[in-house]
């Protein structure tokens, strides 16, 4: 269980829409945090400071422990701030809501409707004329190197069509269940919830971006309830934001500092023993081990001793030049290995 009143950092760039799951989950929660700001391409070395090799943003600090993948950032907040009249809850706690929660997010994520909308993202953007991005998104995706990048014009123009396929697919599927009805918020709630936050995300990101969608195909005319969904969530949000205000911007090496100089925020951690996983391969605590994503980003493999490992997450104790921490990553979509086993 972590403990609420150690600093909150986010390590993330103002452009990333998974960073954006995040900044509003925060804000609509009314939970105070810093930010630190990250190059959007590699290197990074206020996390390399930190002895973390992940190259996926957002990462989130609390106290001296960094989690890793907005799935587990979200679970944590939820532990740490149970639902108060200065944090009032934004999510279902059981039942069907909880269960369309996960689904969306399942859906959303794995189900691949985000890498499809990276796929839109217009293929004229100045950001895709620079060598740095292309190759870097070409090793974040596991493309052979000095091969033709998934991120080069070429490719984006190549893959439009059957993109805008699965988009359509995805919007067409919300316009005429969840959001069929006329209600104002996916899970029928007074305002918005981690469910809207789930489902709108690629979705606003695609229409922060002119020309990704084709708005006689993907707009609107065709979709009236999806788009004004995006719009009204798009607005809530911004007027939350306006409330409660910026966060500070810290520097690596300040951020740095606090992340190290602060308690943990989870204690006790264990292997679990019953984990099969545990047991099936002989990890014990303080084995030094590596954890890697396994959807993308996985040739940067996080090497430390292994705190925990139970059915939610994988925590190690990396060193950095900053000093160390434990870093979390959730169980689903990474693997976990031993340090010697290299051809893994
Ligand atoms: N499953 C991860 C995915 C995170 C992810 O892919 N983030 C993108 C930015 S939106 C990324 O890291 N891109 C490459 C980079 O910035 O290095 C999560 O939920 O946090």
Redesign the pocket.
């Known amino acids: 269980m972590a403990s609420s009143n150690l600093p909150i950092i986010l390590y993330h760039?103002v452009f990333?829409?998974?960073?954006r799951r995040i900044v509003w989950y925060l804000t609509l929660r009314n939970i105070p945090y810093s930010q630190c700001m990250q190059p959007?391409?590699?290197p990074r070395p206020d996390l390399a400071a930190l002895g973390i090799s992940y190259?996926?943003?957002?990462l989130m600090s609390i106290g001296r422990d960094v989690y890793?993948?907005?799935?587990l950032?979200l679970q944590k907040l939820e532990e740490l701030y149970p639902p108060s009249s200065e944090h009032p809850s934004i999510s279902a706690s059981s039942g069907d809501g909880a269960a369309l929660e996960r689904l969306l997010s399942h859906f959303i994520?794995d189900g691949g409707i985000f890498m499809r909308a990276a796929s839109l993202m217009p293929p004229d953007l100045p950001v895709f004329k620079d060598p740095r991005f292309v190759k870097?998104?070409a090793e974040?995706t596991g493309a052979p190197p000095g091969g033709p990048s998934p991120f080069s014009p070429k490719a984006l123009q190549a893959r439009r069509p059957e993109s805008l396929s699965e988009i359509r697919d995805a919007v067409a599927l919300l316009e005429s269940t969840l959001l069929a009805d006329g209600r104002e918020w996916i899970l029928k709630t007074s305002g918005p919830s981690l469910g809207d936050i789930e489902a709108v995300w690629p979705f606003h990101w695609l229409t922060t971006m002119p020309g990704a969608l084709p708005a006689d195909a993907i707009g609107p005319a065709k979709f009236p309830k999806v788009f004004a969904w995006i719009k009204r969530f798009s607005k809530a949000v911004e007027a939350r934001l306006g409330e409660v205000g910026k966060p500070t911007t810290l520097k690596g090496d300040e951020a740095a500092k606090v992340v190290v100089g602060s308690d943990f925020a989870e204690h006790d951690e264990q292997v679990d023993a019953s984990e099969l996983y545990a047991t099936a391969n002989g990890f014990r605590k303080g084995d030094t081990v590596r954890v890697w994503?396994t959807?993308?980003?996985s040739s940067h493999k996080d090497v430390g001793k292994l705190v925990a490992l139970t059915s939610k997450q994988i925590v190690i104790e990396t060193q950095g030049t900053a000093g160390s921490v434990r870093l979390h990553a959730p169980r689903h979509?990474f693997r976990l290995g031993k340090a010697d086993q290299s051809n893994l």
């Open positions: 760039y990333s829409p998974y960073a959007p391409v590699l190259r996926r943003i957002p890793a993948d907005t799935r950032i994520i870097d998104r974040l994503p959807d993308s980003g979509g």
